[in-house]
């Protein structure tokens, strides 16, 4: 079975979608762009902390599916739960727009087995996607995207980050469908491969996929929304009533 020879110690994480979206919040509140940059990363581990997919590591879909697959299984999910918003956000915001199609691009990153060949394309599609746009919110945006995915693209390279990154994430030996069962009927640990038949933890797997689509969607909603600091530039010479004889006659 599956969970026979899982490896249960890889961590896909929150979706690049993501973490992209919640950094592209803190770019339009933080205006110094190394701060903003520094905050996208450290801002990676705090959103680790939350419960996102670990209950899927383990998870056979009828004994049939691989990670790869199941994972990919859920985003098209969390795809599905997201277009009416993206729709919505195409109509009402092209650059939000633009933005949510990068970091969707970038989700399709962690697919790909080769750990460098996915630093390399993180970096060529930010470098891409930063040649094809001269708005000044959109280049604050994607390196700051760039840098709240960086944690999960180094950490192989970097055996303390690596570790510290384990450290911080939260033990998925207790995921929510444990928790719904265990409030539910005072029983949890249902065998791995009886989950996907246990009403409770495929309660606690949709509680994971809407916990992770409403950061995602509630983050690029903001954005639709947003006050940038683009748009707090110091103001400049403001009219003086006696200048240039606005009210006084030549």
Do not use: K
């Not at 639709?224 to 403001?238: A, I, K």
């Amino acid at each position: 079975m599956l969970a026979s020879h899982l490896n249960t110690s890889v961590h896909y994480g929150l979706t690049p979608a993501t973490h992209a979206a919640v950094a592209a919040v803190v770019a339009c509140r933080v205006r110094r762009l190394p701060v903003a940059l520094a905050a996208a990363f450290g801002l990676h581990f705090v959103c680790d902390l939350f419960y996102h997919f670990e209950a899927f590591y383990p998870l056979s879909v009828l004994g049939r599916w691989d990670l790869e697959r199941t994972m990919f299984g859920l985003f098209v999910v969390l795809a599905v739960l997201g277009a009416p918003l993206v729709i919505w956000i195409v109509r009402r915001d092209r650059q939000t727009a633009l933005f949510a199609l990068y970091s969707f691009l970038l989700s399709l990153l962690p697919f790909d087995p080769n750990l460098d060949r996915r630093v390399v394309g993180a970096v060529a599609l930010s470098v891409l996607w930063l040649a094809l746009t001269r708005d000044a919110e959109m280049r604050r945006w994607v390196p700051c995207a760039l840098a709240a995915y960086l944690p999960d693209l180094i950490r192989h390279r970097i055996p303390a980050l690596r570790q510290f990154h384990e450290w911080v994430h939260y033990n998925s030996q207790l995921d929510v469908g444990d928790w719904v069962s265990l409030l539910a009927r005072g029983r949890w640990r249902v065998h791995v491969n009886e989950r996907i038949f246990d009403p409770f933890y495929r309660a606690g797997y949709a509680l994971e996929i809407l916990g992770e689509a409403a950061l995602l969607c509630g983050c690029l909603y903001w954005l639709t929304r947003r006050p940038s600091v683009t748009d707090l530039s110091p103001v400049h010479d403001q009219a003086n009533p006696v200048h240039e004889g606005s009210l006084v006659g030549e």
